[in-house]
């Protein structure tokens, strides 16, 4: 009787534990998909680290809508710009991580990579006017005359509070490149199936006329993005054939992208007029200004119809006012829904662009509405001019994919950016030698 009470209280405490063992499996494999359980933890992407950081923007800064690409030894800057909700006055520093090809840190320190100063304190701010919601605007340009870069790669941008390297605010992603190698990229369809119906393969030719490859299986990495996403980006693509002065890249499958659809829009530059996607515009107990748009539709079996869009990206303008839009446009609850007849398993669906950060985490996760049998999602973001897109990412899997709601068409305008790198004999990291962006319409 002693032994099979013992025996039983054993059993429990074991199931107990497997049970407590099996919930935290869970309960990591989900933060682990698209969030950090430690917030502060500085991640080598784009990131907002606190809820009141909005409209992180980071790009060439002749025009909003450029990448965050600079060319080496020019006079190109870029510009990084913020809005912060909290509307105070905060004292916020930039510093730079250099990076592999990989998005890893270099083994180099800040010296070996930058000339003069290391980082720079964020001076340039301005209160919103005539905002339901208040922030303040910050932005810097860089590099400046006194914080030069002294090396081509990848590097991170990242602000911080208070001259404390541990309150981080945000990440940001940019290359500085030297055209040491010469890109010829075409883009044409897939073969094989319906893959040539549906999808989008890039050939590209490396040419080294004047510039030393010694063993380009090893020393180089060639990186392919298709509208500036980095979910779905493609590297460690191999050369089809090896010349003496140059490389074909030809008939790798990882050079196969989805073809996608078009973006979808929405127009919230007004807050006082009905445009074309809008349904419903109110404001709540709080004043706050909510957006309703118009039922999106399944594209998955539609054909394929060509428009103009930004390819993903957004502008930020306001027609209500007549000042600068950072610090007049205000901010709006923007309601989201996708019909959908069953929920999926397995993964989840989410909201897409770069009103997202090319992000797929918690913030633009959407849920399953029973009730209406569909998709829903809302987001809190600045007025302008916004393209997105609809992806699912399944379970255990990096990229998200269009083919449930959006459909793939080879035809699709899609944008198109080669980053060669190479690690020279006797260096210790990898320099950024050729660029090249291309549009699939320009064939």
Known sequence: MFKSVFLHGITMVFNKIYFCLLFLIITLKIVSQDDYVNDNQ???????????????????????????????????????????????????SISFIHCDANW????????????????????????????????TH??????????????????IAYVYEDNDKEKIILTKR?????????????????????????????????????YELTNPFTDLK??????????????????????????TYSLDDKSTFNGGNEFRYFDSRSLRTYTERVYDIYRDSAYKYHLVLKLDELKTFKNYSFYNDLNGGFLIKNKDMVGTPDTEGDYAWIHFFLPYDIAQGEGNFYMLGKLTEWRLNKSNRMTYNYK????????YIKQGYYNYTYVYLKDEKKGGDETLTEGNHWETENDYTIYVYHRQRSTYYDQLVAVKRFNSFKR
């Open 104 to 135: 890893q840190p270099s083994n180099l320190v800040s010296a070996e990579y930058m000339n003069g100063f290391f980082e720079a304190n964020i001076l340039n701010f301005n209160f919103s006017t005539n905002t339901i919601q208040k922030y």
């Open 222 to 247: 060639v990186v392919i993005t298709q509208n500036n996403r980095w979910d779905n980006s493609v590297s460690d693509i191999k050369p089809t054939f090896v010349e003496p002065r140059q490389l």
């Open 174 to 210: 940019f290359m500085i490149y030297e055209n040491k190698i010469t890109v010829i990229a075409n883009v044409r369809q897939a073969i094989g199936n319906d893959e040539q119906y549906e999808k989008q393969h890039i050939d590209f030719n490396l040419i080294n006329s004047q």
């Open 138 to 155: 910050y932005s810097i340009l860089f590099p400046q005359s006194n914080m030069q870069f002294s090396k081509t790669g990848n590097y």
């Open 372 to 379: 209406k049998n569909g998709y829903e999602c809302s987001l």
């Open 42 to 92: 500085l991640r080598y992407e784009d990131w907002s680290y606190k809820s009141y950081i909005k409209t992180v923007q980071l790009h060439e800064a002749s025009f909003d809508a450029n990448p965050a690409i600079l060319q080496f030894n020019t006079e190109e800057q870029l510009e990084l710009s913020f809005d912060d909700l909290e509307a105070d006055k905060k004292m916020y």
